[in-house]
């Protein structure tokens, strides 16, 4: 769930591990999802392929991948400090072998099913009474951010995207409503004005660039 003392300035896109910037190309991106450590993670398991068996029905090796994107939520009750945790898994026998190509089509296809149930789970009447964060318009375009910075072979993302000042960030937020008001259940970014008057509609839905 972003807030607005969250966001930062747009020369710290790469550098920082948290926080909210606004880019011209991507709209608002979330730091701590684009870092990608999920998708380092699957990377990594898709790399090492352990636990692999033979199929028979299927006459080929395949190896069990589990992934999963999960929320945390710390208290401290009478003193003792508690930590709640709540997410979804995805759970999947991959073919050995294949190539890093493929296997990135597959981590990418892993990554997309797996977001989109998160994202509803946050929005699911469990939790939305208390965070706005299912499905924010800038949820699943930091998670295809995340996941190209891992899977990529080309400049970061990040700055591809063009992340403006924080003070041209601050006013696009300070003329629209909370982002968590704006709903975005699709990988494509919401942009909103950069220019005065930025208090003006909607943000309008783009198509992704084509370097991601």
């Given at each position: 769930?972003?807030?607005?003392?969250?966001?930062?300035?747009?020369?710290?896109?790469?550098?920082?591990?948290?926080?909210?910037?606004?880019?011209?190309?991507?709209?608002?991106?979330?730091?701590g999802?684009?870092?990608?450590?999920d998708?380092?993670?699957?990377?990594?398991?898709?790399?090492?392929?352990?636990?692999?068996?033979?199929?028979?029905?299927?006459?080929?090796?395949?190896?069990?991948?589990?992934?999963?994107?999960?929320?945390?939520?710390?208290?401290t009750?009478?003193?003792i400090?508690?930590?709640?945790?709540?997410?979804?898994?995805?759970?999947?026998?991959?073919?050995?072998?294949?190539?890093?190509?493929?296997?990135?089509?597959?981590?990418?296809?892993i990554?997309?099913?797996?977001?989109?149930?998160?994202?509803?789970?946050?929005?699911?009447?469990?939790?939305?009474?208390?965070?706005?964060?299912?499905?924010?318009?800038?949820?699943?375009?930091?998670?295809?951010?995340?996941?190209?910075?891992?899977?990529?072979?080309?400049?970061?993302?990040?700055?591809?995207?063009?992340?403006?000042?924080?003070?041209?960030?601050?006013?696009?937020?300070?003329?629209?409503?909370?982002?968590?008001?704006?709903?975005?259940?699709?990988?494509?970014?919401?942009?909103?004005?950069?220019?005065?008057?930025?208090?003006?509609?909607?943000?309008?839905?783009?198509?992704?660039p084509?370097?991601l």
């Amino acid at each position: 769930m972003s807030k607005r003392f969250d966001i930062t300035d747009g020369s710290f896109a790469t550098t920082k591990k948290q926080g909210l910037i606004y880019t011209e190309e991507l709209g608002w991106i979330d730091l701590g999802h684009a870092q990608g450590n999920d998708a380092r993670r699957l990377k990594k398991k898709l790399e090492q392929e352990q636990w692999a068996t033979y199929s028979k029905e299927f006459n080929d090796w395949y190896f069990p991948v589990n992934y999963y994107q999960e929320m945390g939520k710390g208290k401290t009750l009478f003193g003792i400090n508690l930590a709640f945790h709540t997410g979804v898994h995805t759970q999947v026998m991959v073919r050995a072998c294949l190539s890093p190509a493929l296997k990135a089509r597959v981590a990418l296809t892993i990554m997309y099913g797996t977001a989109k149930r998160f994202e509803a789970w946050q929005n699911s009447v469990l939790f939305n009474w208390y965070t706005d964060s299912g499905f924010s318009v800038e949820d699943l375009v930091s998670d295809l951010v995340g996941f190209y910075r891992v899977f990529g072979t080309g400049p970061d993302p990040l700055w591809r995207a063009k992340p403006v000042s924080y003070e041209t960030a601050i006013q696009i937020w300070d003329a629209h409503d909370p982002i968590g008001t704006f709903k975005n259940t699709e990988f494509s970014p919401y942009l909103f004005s950069t220019k005065p008057p930025l208090k003006y509609g909607e943000p309008v839905k783009k198509n992704l660039p084509e370097w991601l």
